[in-house]
């Protein structure tokens, strides 16, 4: 299926290091992309996680400094393209690792609940189109505006794995307490 996206790059490989004993986040890459409409630099993050799971983030790369960067409307009107870059970098993803999973938030703008985000709700509709349910389970969590593609096939070896990862980003970000 091809998807009207920005031609994307791969960048570099960030390592990550965990003080306490156990590792869950491995290391992030960075995917740069240039829009031809608005001549805008985007970055977007992957971060590798244990058991080959895959969680994307992306915003504009003049926000890289700032703490509200995957908050920010751009009003640049090129939400579409942007999305569908970051979701052909998932299909690349899930080409090269047949074990892969994806996780993803819907950031809340200024002065929006975290509960159920306009972006949540965006971004879950374009991956249940490209991602089926034959080949992923989808697990979503309103309250935080969190959604997880996890592989039927790892499921099967794993029945526990959904509640395992659950448990891995309640540990590793205190969003999800």
Known sequence: MELNHYPY??????????????????????????????HQWYWAWVEVYDNHFYAIKFHLKVHK????????MTGLHEARQVI????????????????????????????????????????????????????FEHTMNIE??????????EIEANPDLVSQLNQKFKILYDYFE
């Open 65 to 72: 400094d700032s703490e509200n960067k995957y908050s920010f």
């Open 144 to 153: 935080k505006s969190a959604y997880m593609l996890v592989r039927r096939s």
């Open 9 to 38: 790059h791969f960048v570099q490989r960030f390592d990550e290091y965990c003080a306490l004993g156990e590792q869950f986040l491995k290391y992030k890459w960075l995917y740069a992309f240039k829009s031809p409409k608005s």
């Open 84 to 135: 569908n870059t970051c979701m052909c970098i998932m299909m690349e993803i899930a080409k090269k690792d047949p074990r892969s999973s994806f996780g993803f938030i819907g950031a809340n703008m200024a002065g929006e609940s975290t509960i159920f985000t306009k972006r949540f709700k965006v971004y879950s509709r374009i991956v249940a189109t490209y991602f089926s349910d034959e080949h």
